[in-house]
């Protein structure tokens, strides 16, 4: 991705953003989903080539890989199956919101990344070509109305948006059940479920 297609989505993201008023419970206090034969194998964080977005706090490539492989060992070292599967996680883009003005510029932290899945057993790849996610930044906090930038510090951010990452991961992972030795999902609407090779 250019950096001004990159920076293009990043604008698009935050302004989408603005509109996401409701706030996302943490569900690792709760059982975890069923993944079947699922067990963390590598997982594989790239932050070096991130690009910062405009009016966006600075984040180091080794935070954004340290806080997102942490996220990710939480959630997903949850199970205990008997087949490995390798995540690699590629930083393509942040915005780590600024202090603004309630009610009328109140900045919203957004997070790009792109992922691969390998099946270590097979060693194949799973994923066609790597599928680009878009995460936001709910939290506990109140952030509709005055923002990310106001109420949460740079570090709570970069956890924050680690954290609703890998459970994005989670969820695109189980579009593909079948992966884990679980029944595939039904069709909806006479239309086949979203494949997670393909770049969406």
């Known amino acids: 991705m250019t950096y001004i297609s990159t920076m293009r989505m ?13 706030t996302s419970k943490d ?6 989903l069923p993944m079947g034969n699922f067990l963390l194998g590598h997982n594989i964080i790239v ?4 690009q910062k977005g405009p009016l966006s706090r600075e984040a180091t490539a080794d935070e954004w890989e340290t806080a997102l492989k942490s996220a990710m060992e939480v959630r997903f070292k949850r199970y205990a199956g008997d087949r490995y599967f390798h995540i690699g996680t590629h930083v393509d883009a942040y915005v780590l919101a600024v202090p603004g003005i309630p009610l009328v510029a109140a900045p919203k932290s957004v997070l790009i990344i792109s992922i691969n899945i390998w099946d270590d057993q097979t060693r194949k790849k799973l994923t066609d070509e790597a599928v ?3 995460v936001f930044e709910h939290s506990e906090k109140n952030t509709f109305i005055l ?3 106001l109420t949460n510090s740079r570090e709570a951010q970069i956890e924050n948006l680690s954290r609703n990452a890998a459970r994005m991961i989670q969820r695109r992972l189980l579009e593909n059940p079948e992966w884990f030795g679980l029944p595939p999902l039904p069709e909806q609407s006479g239309e086949s479920k979203t494949i997670i090779g393909a770049n969406n």
């Open 132 to 134: 680009q996610l878009t």
């Open 147 to 149: 923002g990310s930038g």
């Open 47 to 50: 932050a070096d080539k991130a």
């Open 10 to 22: 990043i604008a698009l993201t935050c302004a989408l953003g603005l509109m996401a008023g409701c």
């Open 27 to 32: 569900d690792l206090s709760e059982p975890p």
